[in-house]
């Protein structure tokens, strides 16, 4: 998972860098970051295409009981990262736009009221 997530982000990072290029009418950055962010994305693509090779191994070792441990886990990290996620694209507090974002979004569960069905 860390190598899908770093690739991604260092997509948006060459994405960023060229349009701010674009922005400034630098076409030497904004070229070289297309260029990097395309080696990015064929990077990225790679990743992705071993996932299951990659979710085999990961849980090789895991048995039936374990795996439903394993996936309270997981469902424990999605959570952590959409809530980080939501704090980084929240708007400044007190504003309007913090009023409406926060009568907007969905109040997420707490990862702890997760539990596999057996």
């Given at each position: 998972?860390?190598?899908?997530?770093?690739?991604?982000?260092?997509?948006?990072?060459?994405?960023?860098?060229?349009?701010?290029?674009?922005?400034?009418?630098?076409?030497?950055?904004?070229?070289?970051?297309?260029?990097?962010?395309?080696?990015?994305?064929?990077?990225?693509?790679?990743?992705?295409?071993?996932?299951?090779?990659?979710?085999?191994?990961?849980?090789?070792?895991?048995?039936?009981?374990?795996?439903?441990?394993?996936?309270?886990?997981?469902?424990?990290?999605?959570?952590?990262?959409?809530?980080?996620?939501m704090?980084?694209?929240?708007?400044?507090?007190?504003?309007r736009?913090?009023?409406?974002?926060?009568?907007?979004?969905?109040?997420?569960?707490?990862?702890?009221?997760?539990?596999?069905?057996?």
């Amino acid at each position: 998972m860390h190598a899908y997530s770093y690739e991604h982000m260092e997509l948006a990072a060459y994405e960023l860098l060229r349009r701010v290029a674009d922005r400034a009418g630098n076409s030497r950055v904004s070229e070289l970051a297309t260029r990097i962010g395309a080696e990015e994305r064929a990077m990225a693509d790679r990743v992705e295409d071993r996932w299951e090779s990659a979710t085999r191994a990961s849980l090789r070792d895991k048995g039936a009981e374990n795996l439903r441990e394993e996936l309270v886990k997981y469902l424990r990290d999605a959570h952590a990262l959409e809530a980080q996620g939501m704090q980084r694209s929240r708007p400044a507090r007190g504003s309007r736009a913090c009023q409406r974002w926060r009568r907007s979004s969905p109040t997420p569960r707490s990862p702890s009221t997760w539990r596999p069905k057996r």
